[in-house]
């Protein structure tokens, strides 16, 4: 099993930055493999972006170039700083853990979600 916290959430200018926090505990093998989802008001929940122990990653297009996922496996937490942030960027982001990397919505474990919200 995995619990998943995340934290970091808010409310932000667009232009503006945020940096949202996930500590995982429990299994070290199921958390080969975190990252972050987002679920914007009637829209499907779709990838962030998502990052291996190892260092590989993977990013949605839309997020390449403004957003950071990082890790440090020592602490078993992810990152995910944010720069550039538009009004399209406000959505519940979820993280997500497992023991492979996917970039479907199968990934085993979600935290609880932390709203992003971009203001104009």
């Known amino acids: 099993q995995v619990q998943l916290v995340e934290s970091g959430g808010g409310l932000v200018q667009a232009g503006g930055s945020l940096r949202l926090s996930c500590a995982a505990s429990?299994?070290?093998?199921?958390?080969?493999?975190m990252g972050w989802y987002r679920q914007a008001p009637g829209k499907q929940r779709e990838l962030v972006a998502a990052?291996?122990?190892?260092?590989?990653?993977n990013y949605a297009d839309s997020v390449k170039g403004r957003f950071t996922i990082s890790r440090e496996n020592a602490k078993n937490t992810v990152y995910l700083e944010m720069n550039s942030l538009r009004l399209e960027d406000t959505a519940v982001y979820y993280c997500?853990?497992?023991?492979?990397?996917?970039?479907?919505?199968?990934?085993?474990?979600w935290g609880q979600g932390t709203q992003v919200t971009v203001s104009s």
């Open positions: 997500v853990a497992d023991s492979v990397l996917r970039t479907t919505t199968d990934y085993k474990y």
């Open positions: 429990g299994s070290i093998f199921n958390t080969i493999a």
């Open positions: 990052i291996t122990r190892s260092g590989r990653i």
